[in-house]
């Protein structure tokens, strides 16, 4: 067994005495058991579109003055209008896939009564 890993049993003794909120560390292994995993999700998501709102503005910007590329792709499909007309990609009606079609186990499934929608 590699020197990173544990086994199941360890690993699972290891996780039923694990404190909420520590940090264990089991050979090579470490166990972390944050309390609120969605807080720090959060968190990570408005980095990420903050970020990204930045790079746009970067994009923008030319000497601190807001000075739009029209050329460049990514800014001129944010826009919604230009030199009052609408854009291309706003005129474009969204498109819906079709719908999918079960697999034969799928539906032999839901007709058994196993599978709830």
């Known amino acids: 067994m590699r020197s990173s890993s ?5 690993a699972v003794a290891t996780a039923k005495t694990q ?9 090579e292994v470490t166990i972390v058991a944050p309390l609120n995993v969605p ?3 959060a968190q990570d998501a408005s980095e990420l579109y903050a970020h ?15 000075k ?4 460049d792709e990514v800014l ?7 030199d009052g007309k609408m854009s291309v ?3 474009k ?11 034969s186990s799928k539906q032999a499934a839901h007709q058994s009564g196993l599978i709830f929608t």
């Open 19 to 27: 404190k909420p909120g520590k940090t264990t560390q089991v050979g």
């Open 6 to 10: 544990i086994s199941r049993p360890k």
């Open 93 to 103: 009606p969204l498109q819906q896939s079709p719908p999918r079609e079960q697999s």
């Open 52 to 66: 990204n709102q930045y790079n746009l503005l970067v994009l923008m910007l030319k000497d601190n003055i807001i």
């Open 68 to 71: 739009i590329d029209w050329t």
């Open 39 to 41: 807080s720090l999700l």
């Open 76 to 82: 001129a499909k944010t826009a919604l209008t230009h």
């Open 89 to 91: 990609v706003a005129e």
